[in-house]
């Protein structure tokens, strides 16, 4: 089982709607979660941490953790053409390793 | 802060050469990770220095591999001889307080090697 799973996609979305991303981990004394965005081409991008069950809001994106479940999800609102990116998951866990998941591919169709 | 800094962009060689690979994180950092990026694997973590000492190089994948800090704003991923097989995006990432608050990427190296 890997550390951190993620569905490879790739997702499709039309512009304007709501992109839900999905990652499940296996550590459950995971302590900080996190979702960066990379850009073909790019380095990945660090867009939202969360350390605490519930929602964390900024701006378009929101973050979940259900650390019950072992569950963290993106939800990108109002999603645009600029938001089409690969999205990664990572957790670190209780022993401070890192993991990535191999990433989600969105695609915003204008 | 101009970030984290790699050097080259892009590195081409040939099988059995000697490839080096630059990092400087940014000013402060303590932890500075070496990673590797395929499209089969995915990001790879190779080997993570804190306060310029190795602490974990489980990942580097063979004695071909080697890292080195030897201050606190320069690090070098070294791969003698070179294969094939060692074409990937290598990032360099850089981090304050364990990476409790997340990670900064470097715009990493294409290293492709015929």
């Known amino acids: 089982q890997k550390e951190v799973e993620q569905n490879s996609g790739p997702l499709s979305v039309p512009e304007g709607a709501i992109a839900s991303l999905n990652c499940t981990y296996s550590d459950r004394g995971s302590q900080s979660f996190f979702w960066y965005r990379q850009y073909s081409g790019k380095s990945p991008e660090l867009i939202m941490s969360i350390y605490s069950n519930g929602d964390k809001e900024d701006g378009r994106f929101t973050a979940q953790l259900n650390k019950a479940s072992q569950y963290v999800s993106l939800l990108i609102r109002d999603s645009q053409p600029s938001d089409s990116a690969t999205y990664l998951c990572a957790v670190r866990t209780a022993g401070n390793q890192f993991y990535f998941g191999t990433g989600t591919s969105l695609t915003v169709i204008p | 802060d101009a970030g984290v800094i790699q050097s080259p962009r892009h590195e081409v060689t040939e099988m059995g050469q000697e490839v080096t690979l630059r990092c400087k994180p940014i000013?402060?950092?303590?932890?500075l990770f070496w990673y590797r990026q395929t499209m089969m694997r995915g990001l790879e973590l190779l080997i993570y220095f804190n306060n310029n000492v190795p602490i974990d190089d489980s990942g580097m994948p063979e004695d071909r591999f080697s890292a080195k800090m030897p201050n606190a704003s320069f690090s070098t991923l070294k791969i003698q001889p070179s294969e094939p097989r060692d074409s990937a995006v290598y990032f360099c990432?850089?981090?304050?307080?364990?990476?409790?608050?997340?990670?900064?990427f470097g715009s990493g190296t294409r290293l492709t090697v015929v």
């Open positions: 000013s402060g950092h303590d932890y």
């Open positions: 990432a850089s981090s304050s307080h364990g990476g409790a608050f997340g990670y900064t």
